[in-house]
């Protein structure tokens, strides 16, 4: 929350749990460009994926900053992401309905971060995993992302990759693993990532 607030970003922090931070609640009191939704969820107990939808959805008709704005940018909250203006570079023009990071095989997607128009949630992403989602069935919220693009191409959509790899910074909650990204690592995943656009791009 401090970092993106740092960096000038305008903030929406849920918690599905219905447990009030002061800290976090005072930092609204302090900060225009800051949102501190609670609520009690009733999908999380259904599985990860399902709470998550399920905090998007709560924010988008209860926050009063995404109402007065066009894009919707989900980061999972135990991430930093260092090199973020590189990131959301794009969607400064708000000229593309979704960006995403596909895997190659086109089954599931990167959804530690989520860019795309509140039109693309409602009209795709969401209805997808309304029909979809079944983690009994192994199919989760990276899958449902990727379903939900595959869909909107179909119907005449556009494909198009993150600008630059994110460069994570946190704890990796499935697998409780610290993430982090040095000079390297960057490099590393930047490089590849250059060469997985260029293919997408160029793809017959």
């Known amino acids: 929350v401090f970092f993106y607030l740092k960096q000038g970003y305008p903030v929406v922090f849920v918690e599905n749990s219905d447990f009030e931070s002061e800290r976090i609640k005072n930092l609204g009191r302090t900060n225009s460009n800051f949102e501190y939704i609670t609520f009690q969820s009733k999908e999380s107990h259904l599985g990860k994926s399902k709470g998550e939808i399920e905090i998007i959805n709560h924010a988008l008709i209860h926050s009063r900053l995404l109402s007065q704005i066009e894009y919707l940018i989900k980061i999972t909250g135990r991430y930093i992401i260092s090199n973020i203006d590189e990131v959301l570079l794009p969607t400064q023009d708000i000229s593309k309905d979704v960006y995403i990071n596909p895997t190659r095989n086109l089954r599931w997607a990167d959804t530690r971060l989520i860019m795309m128009k509140k039109s693309f949630f409602h009209n795709y992403f969401l209805p997808t995993a309304t029909k979809y989602l079944d983690e009994e069935k192994h199919i989760f919220m990276e899958n449902i992302f990727m379903r939900s693009v595959l869909h909107y191409l179909i119907e005449g959509g556009e ?25 390297f690592k960057i490099w590393k995943y930047n490089l590849y990532y250059r060469i997985k656009s260029f293919i997408y791009k160029h793809r017959v």
């Open 159 to 183: 494909l198009n990759l993150w600008p630059v790899y994110p460069a994570y910074q946190g704890i990796d909650g499935t697998h409780n693993e610290k993430v982090e990204f040095g000079f």
